[in-house]
């Protein structure tokens, strides 16, 4: 299952729904519409449209992410769904919109003190949108995350290399995860130059593989990074069952 992929997930959930609802009607043929009743207009606008039927359009998917409507989509067999790539591009992005709470903590220079101290500090500190970063960081790429306070006087500094950045869900407060490891800066704390961190999502096969390599595999919770990542397996299970459900 290595050929599985976040965006071919994401991509099956709704052909699942689709499906069930498809051949819970007559069968049909692809490409076939299923009303017989003549167009109005054979130019098909959707700015200065109408609203269709969606049995005139059976190809048509809807993608939603996190409950709203993301993309649209059409299908090309029960298995796959052709989309614009850019709808799934940056959806790691906006994924900082689902946590809240979160925390660096380490033994690095404080401002007050101006060396390393022997109390662990912790600092609460806000998730940055990739893009912000990649425009303000000298070298920003899709490994790395940002995190800051608007005002400045929030970071991680000299001393705090390695150390977690964690954060909690909006919707499961009692869990902590960790989304970053202290990497580096441009001077500590300094207004509109947060502090940069290394993506921990972005490895997780890598320290599966690692792990395992070792002989004592580390094995990561399944929503570990992106909650929207169900496993292959779980998308085949709902699949089958949604499927036989009207059987
Ligand atoms: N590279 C530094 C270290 O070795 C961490 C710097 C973090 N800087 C920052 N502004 N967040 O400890």
């Known amino acids: 299952m290595t050929g599985w992929r976040p965006g071919a997930a994401v991509l099956l959930l709704p052909v699942t729904l689709l499906l069930s609802w498809a051949h819970s009607s007559s069968?049909?043929?692809c490409?076939?519409?299923?009303s017989t009743k003549p167009e109005k207009s054979e130019i098909l606008e959707i700015t200065g449209g109408e609203p269709a039927n969606i049995r005139d359009c059976p190809w048509q998917v809807g993608i939603l992410y996190q409950g709203r409507h993301l993309c649209g989509g059409s299908i090309l067999s029960e298995w796959w769904i052709l989309t614009a790539a850019h709808c799934f591009i940056n959806r790691k992005v906006t994924d900082i919109q689902k946590w809240r709470n979160c925390w660096v903590t380490g033994w690095g220079i404080t401002t007050t003190r101006h060396?390393?101290?022997?109390?662990l500090q912790k600092?609460?500190?806000?998730?940055i949108k990739w893009k912000t970063c990649s425009h303000i960081m000298p070298i920003?790429?899709?490994?790395m995350l940002c995190a800051g306070s608007p005002q400045g006087g929030k970071d991680a500094?000299?001393?705090?290399?390695g150390g977690p950045l964690v954060c909690q869900k909006k919707t499961n407060q009692g869990i902590w995860y960790q989304l970053g490891i202290v990497?580096?800066?441009?001077?500590?704390?300094?207004?509109?130059?947060p502090g940069v961190y290394t993506k921990v999502s972005n490895y997780l096969s890598w320290i599966d593989t690692e792990t395992a390599k070792s002989g004592k595999p580390y094995v990561h919770e399944r929503d570990s990074g992106y909650g929207l990542l169900l496993s292959p397996w779980a998308i085949l299970l709902l699949y089958f069952v949604i499927l036989l459900l009207p059987l």
């Open 183 to 193: 990497s580096w800066g441009v001077g500590c704390g300094r207004k509109r130059l």
């Open 157 to 161: 500094c000299q001393g705090d290399s």
């Open 27 to 29: 069968a049909w043929t």
């Open 31 to 34: 490409g076939q519409k299923r």
């Open 115 to 119: 060396s390393m101290t022997s109390e």
């Open 140 to 143: 920003f790429t899709r490994n």
């Open 123 to 127: 600092v609460n500190i806000k998730l």
